[in-house]
């Protein structure tokens, strides 16, 4: 047997970590749920509708530049009566209809063009607020994924190291029987497996919590997850310089961007605003179609000597250009204008410290994330001097220079380190994906290089591969 073989042997024993676990019968990789998530999270669904709604705006905006066209028709019964002075009253019973339609095309109007340019930058920070939800779901599904990894990893220290008291506990009773400890020995075993036991409940309970968060996500029972591999390497971001990764994320931040979109919007608008004192000139043409039965409408009529005798039929046709100048509406105008004024003021502050918060917030996730891989590679050595230190109190309590306090505080230390590190590993993981949000750049295939790491599900708490020297 190897010498890295013995040592997972070794903990495997002290753990007493062999746990049966029933196997659910489907397993989901982080892309499984990822997918899932994809057609179910009730905030990505809404984000689309909000975004799809606000661009509805553009076309909207766009309408009041091109040509509009209206048709009006009506018909009607007529029944009239007309007085003589001779005393003689001519009633006149008749139908009429008649039909039209009206050519608008706007020539100028600049109120409407800046109203069509702020839709346009409104329909952009829609698309980058969306994007953004997207990316925000990437992030949401990791760190469900990964809470209810740490859950389970939980559940496996805290079972393993109640098995472990439970031995130490049997180890006592038997050592007392023979009068080799005192009783004070084995009631401290009693009292910290009771306490495994407290930790081993709540383990429990925390893991149907994280499920139960992953669940409200993909919107279906998910019971069974993979495992993150143990050899996957925890290396520090790379480039390692945060100017780099501050352009990259003023170039790329979706939050900055939408920001940035708001800024250009509030100033088309405040050109609207101005613009509500300038002319309008619309060109026009209809026409129109009337026909009426009257007794009026067909007298006879005499026209250069010659007497005609009319239809009742009626054509109009009419083309021009109008022109309208708003001279004085109250100071609304004026009131528009210096509300869109302090609005512009409101977004150049909101994009300020949106700039702000990008530049601290790469610059700390850079950091944050380069200092886990320390503490990863740091808690690998305090895995193996717990071990180690277990290992020579387990000696001392043999030959009674220990007591049994010694031993159960070490190992309590070895499983504490153990659940750290996975605890660090997955800090990492978390912290890398949201300095690529940061900057702009996460996407499914940080994901998709995550899910090759991922391995079905283990029942056995070791020593990690990279620490074990």
Avoid at 42 to 49: F, H, I, V, Y
Avoid at 330 to 351: P, W
Avoid at 428 to 448: C, M, R, Y
């Amino acid at each position: 047997m190897s010498r890295n073989s013995r040592r997972g042997f070794l903990l495997a024993a002290l753990a007493g970590a062999v746990l049966n676990v029933q196997a659910a019968p489907t397993q989901y990789n982080l892309l499984d749920v990822y997918n899932m998530a994809l057609e179910n999270d009730a905030q990505l669904a809404a984000a689309q509708a909000s975004m799809k709604a606000t661009q509805e705006t553009v076309n909207q905006s766009r309408a009041t530049l091109l040509p509009t066209l209206g048709l009006s028709a009506n018909t009607q019964y007529n029944k009239t009566s007309s007085d003589f002075t001779s005393g003689l009253e001519v009633d006149d019973n008749y139908n009429s209809h008649g039909w039209g339609a009206t050519l608008t095309q706007p020539l100028f109007n600049m109120n409407s063009w800046f109203n069509y340019e702020q839709a346009k930058s409104v329909g952009d920070q829609a698309s980058a607020v969306f994007a953004n939800a997207q990316q925000q779901l990437i992030l949401r599904v990791a760190e469900s994924y990964f809470n209810v990894l740490r859950s389970e990893d939980s559940l496996m220290t805290a079972k393993a190291q109640e098995r472990a008291l439970k031995q130490q506990l049997d180890q006592a009773r038997e050592r007392y029987n023979v009068g080799l400890i005192a009783e004070t020995d084995v009631l401290d075993a009693r009292a910290a497996y009771d306490n495994a036991r407290v930790a081993r409940i709540q383990a429990q309970n925390q893991v149907s919590v994280s499920y139960e968060g992953l669940r409200t996500i993909v919107n279906q029972d998910v019971t069974d997850i993979a495992q993150l591999e143990k050899a996957m390497p925890v290396v520090a971001p790379t480039p390692n310089s945060p100017e780099e990764w501050v352009n990259t994320a003023l170039a790329n931040n979706l939050g900055l961007k939408a920001a940035r979109e708001g800024l250009t919007a509030s100033e088309s608008k405040v050109k609207a605003s101005k613009s509500g004192h300038a002319p309008t000139v619309n060109a026009f043409a209809s026409y129109n179609y009337s026909s009426s039965n009257s007794s009026s409408a067909r007298q006879d009529r005499t026209i250069n000597t010659v007497t005609l005798t009319p239809t009742g039929d009626g054509k109009q046709t009419v083309v021009g250009v109008q022109f309208d100048l708003p001279i004085f509406s109250g100071g609304a105008t004026t009131s528009v204008t210096r509300q869109a004024g302090y609005q512009l003021e409101e977004a150049q502050k909101n994009y300020d410290q949106q700039l702000r918060d990008t530049n601290a917030n790469t610059r700390n996730l850079l950091r944050t994330a380069t200092s886990d891989v320390d503490r990863v590679h740091a808690s690998c050595q305090v895995i193996i001097s717990s071990e180690s230190a277990l290992k020579a109190t387990q000696s001392g309590y043999e030959v009674g220079t220990r007591n049994i306090t010694d031993v159960l505080d070490s190992q309590q230390q070895l499983y504490s380190s153990i659940s750290n590190y996975l605890n660090t590993r997955y800090d990492f993981i978390v912290n890398t994906l949201k300095l690529k949000q940061a900057a702009g750049t996460l996407s499914p295939a940080d994901l998709e290089e995550l899910n090759q790491w991922m391995t079905d599900a283990s029942d056995e708490l070791s020593v990690p591969d990279e620490c074990r020297g």
